[in-house]
């Protein structure tokens, strides 16, 4: 769960900005909270910051996502002309066969094309269809390398849909790595900020250096502006 609620963008060039002053008062923090600060919470900051700069944010992983997700769509959708196809032939070699048609996918369409998981499972049971019912299909002329087609169209669809369901784990595991990084950041800022006041003073420009998050504290409001009168309300200016 997000601990901070600025874009993770922002927050990195917090950190970054507040790395920048640290090698002249970190001894400063220790010296006054040693249970609170130490050299190591200061190289692992500067760790998870080179570590959440590196990692690719979730928009970056959400479109790689989605290209494998329009790549597979695009495997199936070269499915639809041979199906259409096969099904011309299976209503000539089998025009009274209720059952081979509906085999075949005559009357559902709309299921098979409902999903890829269901098209994959039609071209994964294929093979089997075709080594009854082949030979009757050829005798009306089917071309004989639709098997090969739709074979060659399975194998594409397996290894795109592989890659996309790569892409969506890296997606999960990536930004639940990512967030889990930027909290332990957002943590070292707040104590940062925190402590910073009681050794330099609230309100104090070297303690102002450490106001980060700044998109997390309500702004106050801003009055209207109020506009003068006129010097004589009511008179045309000459």
């Known amino acids: 769960t997000r601990e901070f609620n600025v874009h993770a963008s922002d927050l ?3 950190a970054k900005k507040v790395t920048s002053y640290l090698p002249a008062m970190q001894a400063e923090f220790i010296k006054h909270f040693p249970t609170v600060f130490s ?3 200061f190289d692992d900051l500067a760790a998870n910051i080179a570590s959440a700069t590196s990692t690719p944010s979730d928009t970056a992983l959400r479109g790689h996502q989605a290209s494998q997700t329009a790549a597979v ?3 199936s959708d070269r499915f639809g002309p041979l199906f259409d196809k096969l099904l011309v032939y299976v209503a000539i070699a089998f025009p009274n066969n209720a059952t081979v048609q509906s085999e075949f996918g005559i009357g559902r369409k709309k299921e098979i094309n409902g999903s890829t998981q269901s098209l994959h499972q039609y071209m994964n049971d294929f093979p089997s269809l075709w080594a009854n019912y082949g030979q009757a299909l050829v005798a009306v002329a089917c071309p004989s390398t639709i098997p090969d087609e ?3 169209i399975e194998k594409d669809l397996s290894a795109s849909r592989l890659a996309q369901k790569t892409a969506m784990d890296n997606r999960h595991n990536s930004s639940t790595e990512r967030i889990i990084i930027l909290n332990k950041i957002h943590d070292t800022l707040s104590n940062l900020e925190k402590y910073a006041a009681v050794i330099y003073g609230e309100g104090s420009a070297t303690a ?3 106001h980060v998050n700044r998109a997390q504290k ?3 409001a801003t ?3 109020k506009t003068p009168p006129p010097d ?3 008179t045309a200016k000459a």
């Open 232 to 234: 004589n309300p009511g």
């Open 223 to 225: 009055p209207p502006k």
């Open 218 to 220: 309500a702004k106050p």
């Open 150 to 152: 739709i074979a060659a």
């Open 12 to 14: 990195i060039d917090d």
């Open 208 to 210: 102002a250096l450490f």
């Open 73 to 75: 769509n695009a495997i």
């Open 39 to 41: 050299n190591a919470t």
